[in-house]
């Protein structure tokens, strides 16, 4: 066994302990963001919730509408705190898509919809495109857009569901494609294609 002075050692332990500090801040700031983009995911996650219940009478409930791109999901979220959605009476729920429309069009110019945006990038090519190469174009063509990887997939999945893209299944990757319009006269399948 080596002895070893004090000062050698003590040395040795104020090297360990900075590294291990800046490992902990250096997780501490991957968990931040992580939490950050959690929040912008739970908060999206409620707005469709309430969308679906608003819309549970109607005839045709599947159809709900594209969330609006001109106001970020943090912002709503702040807007209506969770314990006063539910308190308050039947008639002063949330303006319908409708009136909101309207507002939209008299104040400021609205933005296109997320999944116009990735249709028309998917428009420009024949060939099958992945979900995360969509939104890195995305982020290149529309630097004010800013979409989680999720919220991608999800708009891509509504636009398969709607029968405007084609997803296809190919070596464990999901990969979409344009339907072009005589595809859809015809009455092809917008499912899974192998």
């Known amino acids: 066994m080596t002895t070893e002075s004090p000062a050698t050692l003590r040395a040795r332990y104020v090297e360990q302990a900075a590294s291990d500090l800046e490992e902990n801040r250096r997780l501490q700031q991957e968990l931040t963001e992580r939490i950050a983009v959690l929040k912008q995911e739970e908060a999206l996650l409620s707005d469709i919730l309430n969308l679906a219940e608003q819309y549970k009478g109607f005839a045709d409930a ?12 943090v912002a709503k979220a702040k807007r209506t705190p969770p314990r006063a959605a539910s308190r308050r009476p039947a008639t ?13 069009a008299k104040g400021k110019t609205r933005q296109p919809l997320l999944g116009d945006l990735l249709a028309d990038l998917l428009a420009h090519y024949d060939e099958p495109r992945l979900a995360k190469d969509l939104r890195d174009e995305l982020l290149v063509k529309h630097p004010d857009r800013n ?18 893209i084609r997803r296809q299944k190919k070596e464990g990757s999901v990969m979409y494609t344009l339907v072009k319009p005589d595809d859809r006269e015809e009455g092809a399948p917008a499912g899974d294609a192998g």
């Open 62 to 73: 599947p159809r709900l509408p594209e969330q609006a791109q001109d106001e970020p999901v």
């Open 92 to 104: 002063a729920k949330a303006p319908s898509a409708r009136s909101t429309a309207k507002k939209g």
């Open 147 to 164: 979409p989680t990887p999720q919220v991608v997939r999800n708009t891509l999945e509504s636009l398969v569901a709607k029968g405007r």
